[in-house]
């Protein structure tokens, strides 16, 4: 039961025994939703088709602006509508002095994927850029512990962690993610949430048989062995990109000639000073 005595949900005793400033906004909207649902016609100009809800479907669905809350008829789901905002990501990066972007650092576990993410933020933050690293194994143990390897979870993996990157961009921050992200329509659908110049895909290359040999957490060892099911590159597909923007060769090169590489990258688009 919450403070204003509402338990939250729309067919409780309590609920239905509020009326007018008592109630909470909500549950005025709610009220007012089904008094007008169960009486008016679907020619109410107040009513209007807004779509399909997702999740099971018993009839069209309608939505009735109510409180400064659109609510669904199938579900009293809010309609979410993003708010218009003085301040955007330019004039948050202009006092940052950069200009903000998305490296994504995709590739085999073992390609060196952290080491490279690392060391291009200490580049960054050495030149005064400001930088936020997003590392796989990071979000799992945190914003993505519920989910494990199946493809659908991987594709998951990856929605929430380009999301979170985009909020880090609209901050004017150059975002760092670095994350195995072994499917192209799932990395495609990450690159379609920003500009055509915010997204840089980095493809941190290196032979599955490499990978192997250096094995630094012992996952590969395991997977061959059977105890690890799903595994990218053992019993799981890496898709590697056809057309990155920038192609690091781990097995050719080392981490510092690389990541100086990727700040090259970003001198040449203008994202940092030449000079950093």
Not at 34 to 41: D, G, S
Not at 47 to 61: C, F, H, L, S
Not at 152 to 168: D, G, P, S, Y
Request: glycine content about 8%; hydrophobic content about 35%; overall charge neutral.
């Amino acid at each position: 039961m919450s403070r204003d005595g509402w338990d939250g949900r729309p067919g409780s005793h309590e609920h239905s025994q509020m009326r007018g400033d008592d109630a909470p906004a909500g549950a005025r909207a709610l009220d007012a939703w089904r008094q007008l649902t169960e009486n008016a016609p679907a020619s109410d100009e107040r009513i209007r088709p807004i779509g399909r809800v997702p999740g099971p479907q018993r009839g069209p669905t309608r939505t009735m602006l109510c409180g400064g809350i659109a609510l669904s008829h199938s579900h009293h789901r809010p309609a979410i509508h993003r708010p218009v905002l003085t301040l955007g990501k330019d004039a948050r990066a202009r006092i940052k002095h950069q200009r903000p972007l998305v490296l994504w650092l995709t590739g085999l576990s073992g390609a060196g994927k952290s080491s490279i993410a690392d060391r291009v933020e200490q580049k960054l933050w050495r030149c005064g850029c400001h930088t936020m690293l997003l590392d796989g194994d990071a979000l799992r143990s945190g914003l993505n512990r519920d989910l494990t390897f199946s493809d659908a979870a991987r594709a998951e993996n990856i929605r929430r962690t380009a999301e979170v990157a985009r909020l880090m961009l609209e901050a004017g921050l150059i975002v760092i993610c670095s994350l195995i992200s072994p499917f192209r329509r799932e990395r495609l659908e990450a690159r379609r949430l920003f500009g055509a110049d915010e997204f840089l895909e980095v493809f941190v290359d290196a032979p599955l048989e490499e990978c192997m040999r250096r094995d630094p957490k012992g996952l590969y060892a395991r997977a061959v062995a059977g105890e690890i099911p799903d595994f990218t590159g053992i019993s799981s597909p890496y898709e590697a990109p056809e057309s990155p923007e920038i192609h690091l060769r781990t097995d050719l090169d080392d981490v510092d000639t690389l990541a100086e590489r990727v700040l090259d990258a970003l001198r040449q688009r203008g994202a940092i000073a030449r000079t950093a």
